[in-house]
């Protein structure tokens, strides 16, 4: 069996670590809106709003909303990363209220990918 690199193993623990925390949490998905400083300034807390204002309406909380800092793609801002089990991640860039409404109905509680909207599938690092 070919070794691993250390990059892979990294990959394979956050992997399976969002697996875990997802599927044994009360949460179906998980939103990361990143909030670094280039993502405030270009309206991260407006993204915040919305994203908020949209799970406030289910009538189950099962859709968890974080933050982190920069995501490296200050350009892209302000983004977010959409997190469903079993699927790959969605970093969604260039977003507004309207968009996140629509990536709230198409893809977290429809399970299709926004794909005008989406700036990368899957992990930063290949998979």
């Known amino acids: 069996m070919a070794q691993l690199t250390l990059d892979e193993l990294r990959k394979k623990r956050k992997e399976a670590q969002k697996e875990i925390y997802l599927r044994e949490g ?4 998980k939103i990361i809106v990143h909030m670094g400083t280039c993502g405030i300034a270009a309206g991260a807390r407006e993204i915040v ?22 995501a490296g793609l200050c350009s892209m801002e302000p983004m ?14 260039h977003l507004t209220p309207d968009k996140v409404r629509r990536v709230f109905k198409e893809h ?19 998979g």
Do not use: H, Q, R
């Open 80 to 93: 977010a990363t959409v997190e469903l089990l079993n699927l790959p991640s969605v970093k969604y860039g």
């Open 108 to 126: 977290i509680l429809g399970g299709n990918i926004v794909t005008e909207y989406a700036i990368g599938i899957g992990s930063e690092k290949g």
């Open 26 to 29: 009360k949460y179906k998905s």
């Open 49 to 70: 709003s919305a994203f908020l204002g949209e799970i406030e309406i289910l009538p189950e909380k099962d859709v968890m909303l974080t933050t982190s800092g920069c």
